[in-house]
């Protein structure tokens, strides 16, 4: 009986206060995606003709992990398959994350545009049982700092 | 000596390759400690970022890259080009932080950007 109560107040903690956070997170990453947009960022390889500046690497990573009620609900959506909705937010969020904050390195150091960006994604936990669930994303490319005067 | 470039593309615009050193590599692994892993199972239950996690592998991360950069000085390199990153878990709770590239030498060339490929490519 204690088993049970102890398992429908962490679902009930995990479900107000985990779907509040990714809330206040989204809005934060969509403000700061604002914010940020004027650092152009290119998957592509190449540089365009012309283009001039010192090459750096910059990076950002996050590590997120999911909430009581999405590990659960996700254990369940498991046995009868389908969109798992609870995980595709989760590295929807740290994808975007990671990105803000390479471009925020980008911006410290005076750099305007990110080439060949690359994303890593990988599950820092995986082997070790059902404790942690969470995923970390490396974004990472080559800033072009413009060189002036 | 700090200003060995370190870049993910395959050319730095206004230099160019004079010579190709070979591959250049640098990794860790890393296992968190007890401290950080009650904290991430506490965290767990609400979800959010893994603040310790995300340290413990920004700081790993960059330990890797010094030892690759240590490795490309060390055979004369003044850049590392075409950089990757790999993350691999090795056993549960730790995780091993790879990077390679390509070591070569570079000098300063006011004709505009060059490929680091050699001409035969």
Do not use: C, W
């Amino acid at each position: 009986m204690f088993d049970l109560i102890l398992l429908l107040a962490l679902l009930i903690l995990g479900y107000t206060v985990g779907s509040h956070l990714e809330k206040r997170h989204f809005r934060s990453i969509v403000k700061r995606e604002g914010e940020l947009r004027d650092i152009h960022t290119f998957s592509t390889r190449h540089l365009p003709p012309g283009a001039e500046g010192a090459a750096t690497l910059v990076a950002g990573n996050v590590v997120i992990s999911i909430d009581y009620f999405k590990k659960i609900s996700a254990g369940l959506r498991g046995m009868i398959g389908g969109r798992v909705s609870a995980y595709e937010s989760l590295v929807e969020r740290a994808r975007r994350e990671a990105l803000l904050r390479m471009k925020q390195q980008a911006r410290e150091r005076g750099a305007e545009s990110v080439f060949n960006v690359k994303l890593e994604t990988s599950s820092i936990t995986k082997g070790s049982g059902d404790q942690v669930v969470s995923v970390e994303v490396l974004a990472y490319g080559t800033a072009l700092i413009p060189q002036r005067g | 000596m700090d200003d060995i470039i370190v870049t993910n593309i395959e050319m730095i615009p206004g230099m160019r390759v004079t010579s190709h050193l070979g591959m250049v590599q640098g990794n860790t692994v890393r296992t968190k400690h007890a401290g950080r892993d009650i904290m991430a199972g506490l965290k767990n239950l609400v979800g959010g970022e893994l603040v310790g996690y995300t340290e413990l592998l920004t700081e790993s991360r960059q330990e890797a890259t010094d030892r690759m950069i240590e490795q490309a000085k060390a055979i004369g390199a003044n850049a590392v080009l075409n950089v990757r990153y790999s993350t691999s878990s090795v056993t549960a709770g730790a995780s091993e932080l790879f990077v390679y590239g390509t070591a070569v030498v570079v000098e300063h060339d006011h004709g505009g950007v060059h490929s680091a490929a050699p001409e035969a490519l």
